[in-house]
């Protein structure tokens, strides 16, 4: 009896530490499903796929999809698949993190934190979005695997990205060169040449930039009538040479190719927007969303005196039959005399009509003080609304398109969703704007000719 009762009492142990431990086991696997039901999807975060099979170099470019509502990026690497991974959160199992990546693409040190992997093992990567907060704006994508081969050639020269194709939004006069770092740069030299320095290497550059991060606004015009072509160079932080050159880029904003319509104003029509944005992401440009060609004659950083002094220099050689103009939010929010930006649109009017183009006068769409001080730390005029009224309220009497009006804004500001950084409308903006001008495109070119064709009479 005491046989029995011994081993009925074992049995029973066994039995609770059976489910004890089942319990435990089914909690962490619920646990870690929960958990990986927040992970972005792969398909949804396109990460670039490598395997044993296909492998990249101990120096690759890794890529995912990108996210126009990000401002920068976090990165983590793992030497394996850890037990617990949140996707909310980070983890404290990460061999290396970053945060310094403001593009869907980076070239990561691995060198420096997974030399005993490279080529042996894989390495495991993900991906979150953030805002300029450093707050989450996604879950960690799902962990992606990275298996390295010493047989592939490591990224040994930058890699630009921006695609000046000729497609709608992409020719601007004055160009924006952008490109994927190398990590350990800093320090990049650009060089624009008449000709491929590819194909003819005695080539000689006819300028020569430099930047410190990985975009570079040109402050010049590049109305050159065959194109150019252009490559960048990285150094370290010594001034050591890394590397090579880039390949050789074409870019072409000619005057040769006859524009129809013209687009002349400041950075809000330049491109860009959402902090991090430039106008290289041309989601950025309401040029992008119209439905007719157009140049991009803008530049970032315009007062409307500057815009109005680069007439001749920058309209002139391609004269378009149309000029979009849109101008004046710089001075206006500094604080400028509403009548100085009034005067400054009526004399670029009267130069258009002077040289047989046809003028239409584009209204400013609001801003919001609070972001611009938060973003870009800079003050605004505090009767900015006034001011803007002032303007806007004449170019309503001209020919004009109500790109204002596009974008809905409650109590006279530009509401965050359509422009993080309270001046620039982001790319949803951006397509509003876009789509005002092409509802109202064939009757603004006609009040646009008629105008025109009133001036020419009255010279007659």
């Known amino acids: 009896m005491t046989w029995w009762r011994q081993r009925r009492t074992y049995i029973i142990f066994i039995a609770l530490t059976i489910c004890i431990i089942g319990g435990a086991m089914g909690g962490i696997l619920f646990y870690q499903a929960q958990l990986r039901a927040k992970e972005v999807p792969e398909a949804e975060a396109k990460l670039m796929k490598t395997s044993q099979h296909s492998p990249v170099s101990y120096s690759p470019i890794l890529e995912w999809a990108k996210d126009i509502n990000a401002v920068f990026y976090e990165v983590e690497f793992f030497s394996s698949v850890p037990f617990f991974l949140d996707a909310e959160s980070e983890s404290t199992a990460a061999i290396y993190r970053t945060r310094r990546v403001y593009q869907n693409r980076y070239n990561p040190p691995l060198r420096e934190f997974a030399q ?58 004055y160009p924006v060169y952008h490109w994927v ?93 959402h902090f991090s944005f430039g106008p290289a992401d041309f989601e950025f440009s309401y040029l992008t969303y119209l439905n007719f060609p157009a140049i991009n004659l803008s530049q970032s950083g315009d007062t409307a005196q500057m815009t109005r002094d680069r007439f001749e220099k920058d309209v002139l050689p391609f004269r378009p039959h149309y000029l979009l103009i849109m101008t004046g939010s710089n001075s206006l929010r500094a604080g400028e005399d509403p009548q100085v930006v009034i005067d400054c649109l009526k004399d670029i009017q009267r130069m258009c009509l002077e040289n047989n183009i046809a003028p239409i006068l584009l209204t400013l769409p609001a801003i919001n003080p609070d972001n611009i001080q938060h973003i870009f730390k800079e003050d605004t005029a505090p009767d900015w ?13 001209q020919v004009h398109i109500d790109t204002a009006a596009a974008i809905k804004s409650p109590g006279g500001l530009l509401p965050t969703v359509y422009g993080l950084d309270g001046l620039h409308p982001d790319a949803s903006g951006k397509k509003l704007m876009g789509e005002k001008i092409n509802a109202v495109w064939p009757q603004a070119k006609l009040l646009a000719d008629r105008l025109l064709m009133k001036y020419q009479n009255q010279e007659d």
């Not at 800093?186 to 005695?202: D, G």
């Not at 609304?385 to 009497?397: E, K, L």
């Open 181 to 273: 770092q190398q990590a350990g740069a800093k320090r990049y030299e650009i060089a624009l040449y008449h000709e491929n320095p590819q194909l003819n290497e005695q080539a000689q550059p006819f300028a020569t930039l430099f930047a410190d991060m990985s975009e570079l606004y040109d402050s010049s015009p590049r109305p050159l009538p065959n194109g150019f072509f252009w490559r960048v160079l990285s150094f370290d932080g010594d001034g050591n040479v890394m590397g090579t050159w880039s390949e050789p880029q074409y870019y072409r904003v000619s005057p040769l190719d006859k524009w129809e319509a013209g687009v002349l104003g400041d950075s809000i029509s330049h491109g860009g927007g």
């Open 385 to 397: 609304q006034q001011r803007f009224a002032v303007v806007n309220d004449f170019i309503r009497t």
């Open 116 to 173: 005993d992997l490279l080529g042996k093992r894989p390495i495991y990567w993900r991906v979150r979005s953030m805002d300029f907060d450093g707050q989450p704006l996604t879950p960690f994508s799902k962990l992606a695997e990275l298996w390295t081969s010493p047989d592939i050639a490591p990224m040994n020269a930058p890699l630009p990205v921006t695609d000046y194709s000729g497609k709608n939004g992409t020719v601007l006069l």
